[in-house]
């Protein structure tokens, strides 16, 4: 009987008893060729995973290029988690999440479950029916070098030159145009929203901020095409907690957006102090010309 080299181990596996001088004798017997190359193919198996990570991370797709358009998919391909993982059903502590509700889950237009970030902004209805976010509109790329200061080889002559400690998004360009402070001193308005809301709306006027935004001031807006302008003005109807809802009512920030100040009809020609620096147009990126949306 011939029994090959992984054959014995089965047998020793299967409780075969076995003299230790026969196990010591097996082990010196030089081994038939496949057991080193199986070894060596899940070596080698197990460097190619590790080579396909390393590349994964350097993908090129992580280093957008002015101009390249990079669609969802191409992101999800290997980031489709995102969009699948829920929030637990409760906190560690046992508090649960179906009889939670945070401060900025308040709004009118807040509906549904707990979810996750991700979720709330790409997938659920609401979201997606006053916006069109993609992953390179928060994700402006993700060079693994902006994690670690002095790691760029353009910046290696100071540790921090470039450096931004951008772990994942630059709020600044980002989640400020949603998520500011409600500019009530630009307005004329002596006060918060919340404060100032109660004098302008009743059971008629359902949304304050209409009393001026729908015909006297600053009617040109949301020609990008990460919102849908039009469909946030037929919301915006039934609640001001829409239009408030990305203009301060989940502010984040202490600070409110330099929106570009488009002309509108009725503009004075004079240029108020606060707006002598702001652009007259949207990011040419996102732009969408007049009657387009
Ligand atoms: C070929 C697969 C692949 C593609 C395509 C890809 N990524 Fe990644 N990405 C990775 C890997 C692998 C990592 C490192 C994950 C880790 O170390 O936890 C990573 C890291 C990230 C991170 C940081 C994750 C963290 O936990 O810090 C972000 C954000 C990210 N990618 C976003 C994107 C976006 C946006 C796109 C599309 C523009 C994209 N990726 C395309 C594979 C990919
Ligand atoms: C509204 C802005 C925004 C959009 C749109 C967005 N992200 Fe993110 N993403 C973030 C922020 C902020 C974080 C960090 C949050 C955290 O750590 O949980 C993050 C974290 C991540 C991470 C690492 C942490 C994790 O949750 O795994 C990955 C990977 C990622 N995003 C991929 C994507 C992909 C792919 C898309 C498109 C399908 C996308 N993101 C769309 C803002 C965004
Ligand atoms: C284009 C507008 C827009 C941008 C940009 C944006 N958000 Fe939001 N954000 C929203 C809207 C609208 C909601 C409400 C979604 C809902 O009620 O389902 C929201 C909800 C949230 C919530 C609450 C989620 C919950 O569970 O209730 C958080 C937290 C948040 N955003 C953080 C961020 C951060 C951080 C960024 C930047 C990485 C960002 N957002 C970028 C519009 C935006
Ligand atoms: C009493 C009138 C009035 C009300 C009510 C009002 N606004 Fe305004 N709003 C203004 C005026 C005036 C400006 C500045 C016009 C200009 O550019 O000269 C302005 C500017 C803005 C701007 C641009 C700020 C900037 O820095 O460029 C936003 C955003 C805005 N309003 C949102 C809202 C929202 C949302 C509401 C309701 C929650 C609201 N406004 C209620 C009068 C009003
Ligand atoms: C989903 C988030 C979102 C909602 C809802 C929303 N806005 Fe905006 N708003 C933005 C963003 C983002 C910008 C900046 C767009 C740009 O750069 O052109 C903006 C710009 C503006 C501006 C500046 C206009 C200008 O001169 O370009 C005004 C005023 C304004 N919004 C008022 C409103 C009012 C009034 C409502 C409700 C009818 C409303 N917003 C609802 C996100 C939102």
Known sequence: MRLSWTGTLVAIGAGVVLGVGALHGWAQTPPTPQAPKAEADKAEADADKAGEYDQA??????FPSPGSRVTDAQCLACHQEVLERRVRPST???LKTSETLAWYQTLDTYTGEQDTFHRRHLVLPYGKSVMNLSCTFCHRGHDPRDEAPGSS??????????????KVVDPSKTCLLCHGTFPNKVMGLPGPWPEVRKGLENANVKNGCLIC????FRTNRHNVTYLHGAKIEDLAKESSDVCYGCHGGRSW???????????WPAMSPTVPDWA?????????EYRIEDGAK
Request: no cysteine; glycine share 4%.
């Open 57 to 62: 991370i350097w993908n090129k797709l992580h």
């Open 92 to 94: 560690l502590a046992g």
């Open 153 to 166: 080889a353009t910046a290696a002559s100071q540790a921090t030159a470039g450096f931004t400690l951008r």
């Open 213 to 216: 935004h729908a015909q006297q």
């Open 253 to 263: 920030y202490r600070i409110s957006y330099p929106y570009p100040r488009h002309a």
């Open 276 to 284: 002598k620096d702001r652009p007259t147009e949207s990011d040419p």
